[in-house]
C-alpha cells in the first residue's frame, strides 16, 4: 500500500476516535403548528415541534428534527438533561460546535 493511502487511513481513523461531543441547549415549543428551528432564544436555540409534551413525545421529536437538521444519524442525539422541561441539554455526537451553528442558524432563516 502506498504511503499516503497508509496516512490518510490512520488520519481517518485518529479523526473518528476524536470528533466532537458538543452539549446544545434547546428551548421547546411543543404543539406546535410549524415545526422547525425558530432561532435563539437566550443562549439556547428554539426548537418548535407539532408533537404534545406526553410521554416523551415532544423529546423525541425535538432529537429527530435535530439530527434531521444537522444531518447526523438520530443515534447521535441524546437528551441528557430537561426531560420533563422546556429547557433541554442535548449532546450531539461527531458534530463540531460551528457547524452547529451555522446550520441551525440557516435553518432559522428559512423558518421565518
Do not use: F, Y
Amino acid at each position: 500500500m502506498p504511503t499516503a493511502q497508509r496516512r490518510k487511513r490512520r488520519e481517518a481513523k485518529l479523526t473518528a476516535v476524536t470528533a466532537a461531543t458538543t452539549r446544545l441547549k434547546v428551548r421547546v415549543s411543543p404543539g406546535a403548528r410549524r415545526p422547525g428551528i425558530a432561532g435563539r432564544h437566550g443562549d439556547a436555540w428554539k426548537v418548535r415541534v407539532a408533537e404534545p409534551p406526553e410521554d416523551g413525545r415532544a423529546n423525541e421529536a425535538v432529537l429527530r428534527l435535530l439530527a434531521q437538521t444537522l444531518g447526523v444519524p438520530r443515534a447521535s442525539v441524546t437528551l441528557v438533561s430537561g426531560h420533563s422541561s422546556r429547557d433541554k441539554i442535548v449532546v450531539l455526537d461527531g458534530v463540531e460546535q460551528e457547524h452547529i451553528e451555522r446550520v441551525l442558524h440557516s435553518g432559522s432563516e428559512k423558518n421565518h
